[in-house]
Every structure is written in C-alpha cells, then in structure tokens.
C-alpha cells in the first residue's frame, strides 16, 4: 500500500470520528435538555413547598407541614386503626392479584402484586397504670420499734425507695408507693399495675437479701470460740458446709466451727451489681462493684488477709471463699457459685434492690381486674371527646371563622399530647386523664387572649392582617406569664405531692407547654394562610365571618 493510500484511510477514519463525536455531542445536549426541562417542570411544582417565597407561600408550606406531622401523630396514637386498615388492603391486594381481569397478568405483574405488601405503622401502646390497666394492690406495716421517733419520716422514705427500684427492676411499670399513717401505724401501700400475680408480688417486695464479707479467724479466736460453743450447734467446715458438731465427742472443733468473723463490709457499700461470665468456663457469675466507702473497706479487707480466705455470704449461707493472693484496690469483686443464668440475674437484680430499712408486714392484698380498667378507660375517653366537642362548639359559636381555626388547633394539640404522652412515656390514671382534660381549658385559654385582642384592633379600625398580627404580638405576655405560673405550680406538685398527683401534675404540665405551640404557632399559621390565601376572598365579604363578637 502507498503513502498516498495511507493518507487517504487516515483522513476517513477522522472523519468517522468527528461524526462519532457529533452525533455524541447532540445526544449529550439533547438528553440534558430533555433532563432540564423536566427538572425546571419538577421544580416549579417543588419550590413553593421547599422554598417557599411569599408570605402566602411560607403559610401554605406551614399548614401542610402542621398537617403531615398531625397525621403522624395521630397514626402513632391510634396505630391499631392505621394496621387494621393496612389488613384489609392487603386483603383487597390480593384478591386483586388473583383477579382475571387483571391488566398485564400474563407478563408477571400478578407475581409482583401479590408479593408486594403494604406496612404497619409502628406501634407501640399507651402506659396505664393499676386504675386503669388492673394489678396488685398490697399494704404494709412498718416496725418502728428500733428506729427513734425524729427518724421515722427517713425511715419511711427509705423503704418506698427501695420498693420502688425493687419493682421497677422487675420491669413494672410505674409503681406506684405511698406512705401512710393510720391510727399511729406507719404503712406502706403498693400499687402495681398489670401485676396479677401477688405471690410474685409479694415475694419481689418482700425479700430482703443480706450481703456479708467475712475473713478468717485468728487462731486465738478460733480457741476462744470452741470454749464458748455449745454441743449440737451446726457448723462450716473448711469449704463452707454444715457439720453437726455435738453429735460426735471425738469431733475436731478446731478444724470445723466456724472460721470466719464478719466486717464491716456489707450490702450496704455495694454500688451496683450485675450479671457476668467467666472467661476461662463461661459460668454466670455476680460482679459486685463498691462505693467509696466499700472500696476502702474492700481494699483494708484484701491488705489483711493476703494468703488466707475472704467468705461471701448470702442471707446466712456462704456463696463463696477465694483466697486472696493480693491486695484488690479497685472496690471490685465477684461472686461464683454453681449459678445458672437466670439465678445470676436474679441475684444481681436482688442486690441491687438494696436492703429495707425497716421490717415491713404484709397486712392487705387486693388484685384489681382490668375489666374495672377497662370501663375507667371508655368513661375517661367519652368525658375528653365531650369536652373537646364543648370547647370547639363555644369557640365556633362565638369567634365564628376564628373559633373554627381555633377548633382545629385543639384537635392538633390533643393528638401531639397524647403522642408525646405515649413516646415519653407517661403513665396514665384517671388523674393523669384529669389532668390532660383541664389542660383543654388551658389550651384555649390562649386562643382566647388572642382573639380578644384581635377583636379590639378591628373596633379600633384596624385592618384585618394587622389586627391579627398586633393581637398575637400583645397578647404573647400574658399568655407566656398565665402559662409559667401553672407550670411553677404543676412543678410543685411534682416534686412533693404523691405518685397519683403527680400524674395528674405531669399531664398537666406537658399539656400546658403544647397548648402554648398551639396558641402561638399552629393556630397563627392557621389564621395567616386563611388570610392570604384566595379563601379569604369571599370570606372577607362576608362580615359576619370577622364579626368582632357577638352582641359588641
């Protein structure tokens, strides 16, 4: 082939090769062109949601945001009616699926539909407590007799705190104990909701276990012992076993009484414990891990008796007796025992309880059914929906337009309350029901304020959006200031009054502080996109809509 052959291949290769990058050019630009001009499409029905311009735009995207999370909330509250609905389009779905008539069937789309499902909401239900859910209701008398009278009120506290941690460990849901004092007698009364079993009650409650650290014996009081020993007293031998010594007059009591003597190491420095394995055999062991005060001990403890043995002891009976082969200073220890998982547990659940300050007896049992919970709860919900309804019908009636935003601003602000009730969660009672019902009141309270104040701008002339824009600014302090003072009272109650008002405190303080969202935020968005938008076109000429009040 000649050079002048060659050349001629080389230039129609260039030439194919500027076609191919023509043609991948005007692809290029093309396809872009066709992306942009959806994006600009996409965008122009985004941008008043994402990035809202106007003031008409900013208030239509805060009612849909208002909206979307007052759906949510109410799906979270009432979830067992969002997944029963999801239960029967599933249902539909598959029959559906199963459908002769169905469009593309041939091609797999029936495969596709049928496997596809629609979801359950989360769920997760309301805490109730004894009045309402059912549970055990126990009573308990204090012995005082070894506690001075000016100790009695800390004596006290001390027992319903360790009862409370006792079965909260337990997993019971707010327990609820109150001391009482009747007819001089110091008692304790237990409420435990869904609590049915009052053996298993009484035997969390009850328990007491007693923790005790023993060392060895010097010789010289192990003498002193066996000459004040009586025959036929029971006694440990060396690993811990008991031995009847007086049966036999040829028994060795120096070898086998007991050979350890308590200290002041007790349940009482015991900080936390909790369950833990061997590393080398994989048995369940109890770690204990001490306080301050416990550590020193523990470590004076080890110093003392490197070489000898320390005795664990459990409500008498001994657990453990590792030697010490050097000084523990890091306040920690563990018991070993032939434990299974659910014993280790168990004690370390016990011993993290703590011990009862005083003796407490079991004068009173009682098991409230759910049946009697059930029929408080029905009662409780029909008294809130008949108040909300009230409420709305007072505010639609005499605020006209404005009561009717304000009514829908307290339907926002139950559904979010009861879903932070439920995330938190709080414990409901009929105190608790109580409390969430008057913070209704509380709720349009608010609004009140506020429409009066816009009442007063349109009589004095005012324009409409500057009626409602000065009577939300003015009436801010007040509310703010009617506000806080109810919460400083609900905070009072919450910190000295008793579990059941304290309940009735909690909901009361929430529904305050959502009631003030509402007022200030749900209900303005609410009034500010019914004055801009087109609506208010026609209402505005209907005067009676605006009306300043009824009667004024």
Not at 28 to 47: A, D, N
Not at 70 to 91: E, H, I, P, Q, W
Not at 108 to 117: C, Y
Not at 208 to 217: D, Q
């Amino acid at each position: 082939m000649t050079t002048l052959e060659t050349s001629g291949i080389m230039q129609e290769m260039e030439k194919v090769k500027q076609l191919a990058k023509y043609i991948y050019d005007s692809f290029r630009y093309v396809i872009g062109g066709i992306l942009l001009v959806l994006w600009k499409i996409v965008w122009y029905i985004l941008k008043p949601i994402i990035a809202p311009t106007g003031a008409r735009s900013k208030a239509r995207m805060a009612v849909i945001t208002i909206l979307v999370i007052t759906c949510l909330a109410f799906f979270y509250d009432y979830s067992v009616g969002f997944n029963r609905t999801v239960d029967k389009l599933n249902v539909w779905k598959s029959l559906l699926a199963r459908s002769e008539n169905l469009i593309l069937k041939d091609k797999g789309f029936d495969q596709w539909l049928n496997g596809w499902e629609f979801h359950y909401f989360y769920k997760k239900d309301f805490t109730l407590g004894l009045d309402l859910k059912g549970g055990t209701h126990l009573v308990y008398l204090a012995d005082l007799s070894n506690i001075e009278s000016e100790s009695y009120g800390n004596a006290m506290e001390g027992a319903r705190d360790v009862i409370e941690r006792r079965v909260n460990i337990f997993g019971v849901s707010e327990p609820l104990v109150q001391i009482s004092k009747v007819s001089g007698e110091h008692r304790l009364v237990v409420d435990l909701a869904g609590v049915n079993n009052v053996e298993e009650a009484i035997k969390m409650i009850g328990e007491t276990p007693l923790l005790e650290f023993k060392e060895e014996k010097t010789q010289e009081e192990k003498d002193a012992s066996n000459e004040d020993s009586d025959m036929g007293v029971v006694a440990l031998d060396e690993n811990g076993n008991e031995v009847n010594v007086g049966a036999d007059i040829n028994f060795d009591q120096n070898a086998f009484m007991d050979p350890f003597k308590l200290t002041r190491l007790s349940g009482k420095q015991l900080d936390r414990a909790e369950l833990v394995f061997d590393p080398q055999t994989s048995q369940p062991q109890v770690s204990l891990e001490f306080d301050k005060e416990g550590t020193e001990l523990f470590a004076d403890i080890t110093q003392r008796n490197v070489g000898k043995r320390v005795a664990i002891f459990l409500d008498g009976m001994i657990i453990s007796a590792p030697n010490v082969n050097e000084p523990i200073l890091s306040g920690r220890a563990v018991i070993q025992g032939d434990f299974t998982i659910d014993e280790a547990r168990q004690l370390a659940q016990r011993l993290n309880a703590g011990a009862l300050p005083v003796p407490i007896k079991l004068i009173g049992q009682q098991t409230i059914g759910a049946t009697l919970g059930e029929i408080s709860i029905q009662r409780s919900l029909k008294a809130g929906a008949i108040g909300l309804a009230v409420v709305a019908l007072y505010m639609i009636l005499y605020y006209k337009l404005l009561g009717m935003l304000a009514s829908v601003a307290l339907i926002v602000y139950a559904v979010l309350s009861l879903a932070i009730f439920k995330f938190i969660p709080v414990t409901l009672t009929l105190s608790g029901i109580a409390g969430f019902i008057l913070s209704f009141g509380m709720a349009v309270d608010a609004n009140v304020l506020v429409f009066e104040r816009i009442k007063e701008k349109l009589r004095e002339g005012e324009t409409l959006e500057t009626s409602v824009k000065d009577g939300f600014v003015k009436a801010w302090p007040s509310i703010r200031d009617g506000n806080v003072s109810t919460l400083i009272t609900c905070l009072i109650l919450w910190t000295f009054a008793s579990s059941s008002i304290k309940g009735f405190a909690l909901t009361l303080g929430i529904g305050i502080m959502v009631s003030m969202l509402s007022a200030i935020v749900v209900t303005r968005k609410l009034v500010d996109y019914t004055i801009l938008s087109r609506f208010s076109k026609w209402t505005r000429k209907v005067t009676f809509f605006w009306k300043p009040g009824a009667g004024k």
